[in-house]
């Protein structure tokens, strides 16, 4: 993967992680890299580093709101060793599954903007190129879906994001859509826990 623990590629992420980190002495507040198996069969890939999870933990959707859902979900398909990721050091393990984001960097409200997805996207072209055992992948939220086809090398419509929606790509690879299971979705149900459920009862049946 091209310099990314060390990328500084986004001025405005940059600029705001500094100052992040000023508040927030004991906080990762870097790129934060992928989390899982380098063999999984299953990559998940969502927005953003959240404020106080993966930006304080250095691990994809751990410690936050968001990785609720996601873990137990994880969990109860049998893609994880546990139902709760808490931090770096807490021993969970995913099992043929591997978690990544978008965007590597916190983005200020949460919120990326294009450029920003733009120029982080040749670090997912390089973990799709080095994940040719990555048939599957599962994209949370419009935005990593876009994410998925612009490192696919496809245009931003090829395929319309849905909820639920499968979609087969020109490499083979399998796309799956949900939505994000931030704190948003879930309390506003958006996203159900049967939903997200439905999305990964389908996953496991392509695999």
Same mark, same amino acid.
Not at 6 to 33: A, I, K
């Given at each position: ?9 986004? $001025? ?10 000023? /508040? ?13 198996? $380098?063999?999984?069969?299953?990559? *998940? ?20 709101? =968001?990785? *609720? ?29 591997? *978690? ?15 450029? #920003? ?9 390089? #973990?799709?190129?080095?994940?040719? #055992? ?8 419009? *935005? ?11 245009? /931003? ?6 909820? =639920?929606?499968?979609?087969?790509? $020109? ?33 496991? =049946?392509?695999?």
């Amino acid at each position: 993967m091209p310099k990314l623990q060390s990328c500084t590629d986004c $001025p405005r992420l940059v600029g705001f992680l500094d100052d992040v980190r000023q /508040q927030h002495s004991g906080y990762h507040c870097g790129p934060v890299l992928p989390f899982g198996d $380098p063999l999984a069969r299953l990559l *998940i890939v969502g927005l953003a580093p959240g404020l106080h999870g993966a930006n304080r933990t250095g691990r994809p959707f751990t410690g936050d709101y =968001a990785g *609720i859902l996601l873990y137990e979900t994880l969990h109860y398909f049998g893609f994880a060793s546990g139902p709760e990721s808490k931090s770096r050091d807490d021993g969970l393990e995913l099992r043929n599954c591997r *978690i990544t984001n978008a965007v590597k960097c916190l983005p200020p409200a949460n919120k990326p903007e294009p450029a #920003e997805v733009r120029t982080c996207n040749r670090h997912l072209v390089a #973990e799709l190129a080095d994940a040719p #055992e990555a048939k599957i992948v599962l994209a949370l939220g419009q *935005i990593a879906h876009k994410a998925v086809l612009m490192a696919s090398g496809m245009k /931003q419509g090829a395929y319309p994001f849905a909820h =639920a929606a499968r979609h087969v790509l $020109p490499d083979g690879r399998v796309l799956f859509d949900s939505y994000h299971c931030s704190r948003y979705n879930t309390q506003t149900r958006r996203l159900t826990k049967a939903d997200f459920h439905d999305v990964f009862q389908a996953i496991r =049946a392509e695999l």
